[in-house]
């Protein structure tokens, strides 16, 4: 089945970069999307369509894509982005896949 | 801006039944959209589980097809999510979503809170 990896976890110190990448498994690759999920809260939307980035969502949030890797840009991190990243896209049959998740640090 | 709420018992025996509701607010269900459910085991990430569109149409994670029903209530403005045959591994804390949907990709925003179902006996 279709997958998407994840590195597990990401350590990053304040006012640096962190990326996250998450790697599908074969061609084609359609759109990702990345959600921020702090501990005990519902999961929330920061970037769409690969790279573009909801209302309300700082610029410090960006995306990109390469090939059949998408990656989370954090730039100029912040103590309030420690939480867990999930990409998301979906199989050629329509079936909506999560990645493995990244727990991202910030120390 | 569009609210969405789960209910529903949180505590299901096996082999039972797990059911649950959606209600959202500050959006009308007829006017558009797909509707969907994700749901997330303790410590584990992201599972969708399937989406409904305002009209009925329907479609599921095939892991989960022959076990799930997803209904919608327009009049109730809300929509509800059946898993038959539950098990130890359907536990897990179930959110729904709006699911933003084309014919070539989609997405989930926003989430309600999520509510935390478990199976036991």
């Known amino acids: 089945s279709y997958g998407l990896t994840q590195p597990p976890s990401v350590s990053v110190s304040p006012g640096q970069t962190a990326r996250i990448t998450c790697s599908a498994d074969?061609?084609?690759?359609?759109?990702a999307y990345w959600y921020q999920q702090k501990p005990g809260q519902a999961p929330v939307l920061v970037i769409y369509?690969?790279?573009e980035r909801p209302s309300g969502i700082p610029e410090r949030f960006s995306g990109s894509s390469s090939g059949t890797t998408v990656t989370l840009t954090i730039s100029g991190v912040q103590a309030e982005d420690e939480a867990d990243y999930y990409c998301q896209s979906a199989d050629s049959s329509g079936t909506y896949v999560f990645g493995t998740g990244t727990k991202v640090t910030v120390v | 801006q569009v609210q969405l709420q789960e209910s529903g018992p949180g505590l299901v025996k096996p082999s039972e039944t797990l059911s649950l509701t959606c209600a959202v607010s500050s959006y009308s269900i007829s006017s558009g959209y797909y509707w969907g459910w994700i749901r997330q085991p303790p410590g584990k990430g992201l599972e969708w589980i399937g989406s409904i569109y305002h009209s009925g149409g329907t479609y599921y994670n095939p892991s989960l097809k022959s076990r799930v029903t997803i209904s919608v209530d327009t009049s109730k403005n809300q929509f509800s999510l059946k898993l038959s045959s539950v098990t130890a591994a359907d536990t897990a804390v179930y959110y729904c979503?709006?699911?933003?949907?084309?014919?070539?990709?989609?997405?989930?925003?926003?989430w309600g809170q999520g509510t935390l179902v478990t199976v036991s006996s």
């Open positions: 979503a709006r699911h933003i949907a084309t014919a070539v990709t989609g997405w989930f925003d926003p």
């Open positions: 074969a061609l084609p690759k359609q759109y």
């Open positions: 369509k690969d790279n």
